[in-house]
Nanobody, 121 residues
Framework: QAQLVESGGGLVQPGGSLRLSCTTS????????MGWYRQAPGLQRELVAT???????NYADFVKGRSTISRDNAKNTVYLQVDSLKPEDTAVYYC???????????????WGQGTLVTVSS
């Protein structure tokens, strides 16, 4: 059974940084694409970043240039580093198991429980 467990959220001041982790089990991690989504209160869940099994990354415009998604296949873990955090980055961040088809990320609808990131002074 696939399981995704996020960690690393918390309260951060504007301009600060966070590194989120998602440890997986029960999935073929090394051949999977992985994604990070976020959902702010009252808003729809949105895609933040993805990484393919081959390490190709993609970012949403709102984090491009200040975020890095990476993976450690030996640890079955995917990371999301976000710098220069803004109050509008406040959201629950979710790890997602996916696949890449014709260069596009597709969610397999396997999710972690989420980790809350609050950006506030």
């Amino acid at each position: 059974q696939a399981q995704l467990v996020e960690s690393g959220g918390g309260l951060v001041q504007p301009g600060g940084s966070l590194r989120l982790s998602c440890t997986t089990s029960g999935v073929g991690f090394s051949i999977a694409s992985m994604g990070w989504y976020r959902q702010a209160p009252g808003l729809q869940r949105e895609l933040v970043a993805t990484i393919s099994s081959g390490g190709i990354t993609n970012y949403a415009d709102f984090v491009k240039g200040r975020s890095t998604i990476s993976r450690d296949n030996a640890k079955n873990t995917v990371y999301l580093q976000v710098d220069s955090l803004k109050p509008e980055d406040t959201a629950v961040y979710y790890c997602n198991l996916g696949t890449t088809i014709r260069g596009l990320y597709r969610s397999l609808e396997v999710w972690g429980q989420g980790t809350l990131v609050t950006v506030s002074s």
